[in-house]
């Protein structure tokens, strides 16, 4: 197409950017009125910032193939794997360093974000 790859890559990077800040934006409204105890400005930067994980994480496997197809699958099968993380990292008996260690799998972030914010809701009421 005649672009340079810095070029090619920020187009993903706006694209990705703006379809993220809107999903972030309808995400944080619907769960306005589920927390509502949180600032809607904190419920917006933790879908955003989930949002850019995951495309970093998909930009981060991609680059170790060359087929597209290949990496979309791999990293598909490799997020679900993180998922996997999450459901076990959820006992409440496990140590808090053990999490954090596991937070670095957007899945699990987003699990323990969730129940965080579920936490701080409980506790307001």
Not at 19 to 27: H, P, Q, R, S, W
Not at 57 to 76: K, P
Not at 115 to 121: A, D, G, H, T
Request: positive net charge.
């Amino acid at each position: 197409m005649g672009l340079t790859e810095g070029v090619y890559f920020s187009s993903y990077f706006l694209h990705y950017i703006c379809l993220n800040t809107i999903y972030a934006v309808l995400n944080s409204i619907v769960l306005l009125y589920v927390f509502r105890y949180v600032g809607y400005f904190w419920i917006l930067t933790f879908f955003w910032l989930y949002g850019m994980t995951i495309f970093s994480i998909g930009y981060f496997f991609a680059s170790f193939m060359d087929r597209t197809r290949v990496a979309m699958i791999i990293t598909l099968l490799l997020y679900f794997l993180m998922f996997f993380v999450s459901v076990v990292v959820y006992n409440p008996t496990m140590s808090k360093g053990l999490k954090v260690l596991a937070s670095i799998f957007p899945p699990t972030a987003l699990q323990l974000g969730i129940f965080v914010l579920s936490r701080f809701e409980v506790n307001q009421l």
